[in-house]
T-cell receptor, first 113, second 112 residues
Framework: AQTVTQSQPEMSVQEAETVTLSCTYD???????LFWYKQPPSRQMILVIR??????QNATENRFSVNFQKAAKSFSLKISDSQLGDAAMYFC??????????FGKGTRLHILP | DAGVTQSPTHLIKTRGQQVTLRCSPK?????VSWYQQALGQGPQFIFQ???????QRGNFPDRFSGHQFPNYSSELNVNALLLGDSALYLC???????????FGPGTRLTVL
């Protein structure tokens, strides 16, 4: 069965600094999608970034980028120039070819002013 | 363009009661998935609806059932509520087998 592991329950970063959130996953599939979702206290699950497994190039969205290592089954999220509004729970997620999404347990990110 | 909407926002029920939660998908989407998120946990997949039929299901008992209407909106029904059913229920919409599911704001269910 596929699993998603986020080994950092909580992290803190100084405002304007860079932080990296870790995620590993387990699958025997070759074609799948990976996502990072952000869930602020408002509860809305917001898509941060997505990566298609067959694309070797790492995805980037403004201050957010990923380091996708397919062979190692690793998918980390880097947030540059951290802002107070980045404070939230961050979930790593794996989407199977049948459309089912498996989520990790999340990493709570604190931004220190 | 409205995103995914859910109602109600909050709900309080007692054990043994039944509850219905509602979801309207994002415009252009035909697939609705439901997730249960317990406090401090990641969302768990309940089931997915496409063309008014349950397409696949996670490890949830038959007390959890759903429906999809011709306009693609969906309902989640939970019968014989247990204390452990207290959670945030998230609805996500997508186009079938496309890459991204978009989430609604959730319904917070409290069972007393």
């Amino acid at each position: 069965a596929q699993t998603v592991t986020q080994s950092q329950p909580e992290m803190s970063v100084q405002e304007a600094e860079t932080v990296t959130l870790s995620c590993t996953y387990d699958t025997s599939e070759s074609d799948y999608y990976l996502f990072w979702y952000k869930q602020p206290p408002s509860r809305q699950m917001i898509l941060v970034i997505r990566q298609e497994a067959y694309k070797q190039q790492n995805a980037t969205e403004n201050r957010f980028s990923v380091n996708f290592q397919k062979a190692a089954k690793s998918f980390s999220l880097k947030i540059s120039d951290s802002q107070l509004g980045d404070a939230a729970m961050y979930f790593c997620a794996y989407k199977r070819p049948d459309d089912k999404i498996i989520f990790g347990k999340g990493t709570r990110l604190h931004i220190l002013p | 363009d409205a995103g995914v909407t859910q109602s109600p926002t909050h709900l309080i029920k007692t054990r043994g009661q039944q509850v219905t939660l509602r979801c309207s998908p994002k415009s252009g989407h035909d697939t609705v998935s439901w997730y249960q998120q317990a406090l401090g946990q990641g969302p768990q997949f309940i089931f997915q609806y496409y063309e008014e039929e349950e397409r696949q299901r996670g490890n949830f008992p038959d007390r959890f059932s759903g429906h999809q209407f011709p306009n693609y909106s969906s309902e989640l029904n939970v019968n014989a509520l247990l204390l452990g059913d207290s959670a945030l229920y998230l609805c996500a919409s997508s186009s079938l087998l496309k890459d991204t599911q978009y989430f609604g704001p959730g319904t917070r269910l409290t069972v007393l």
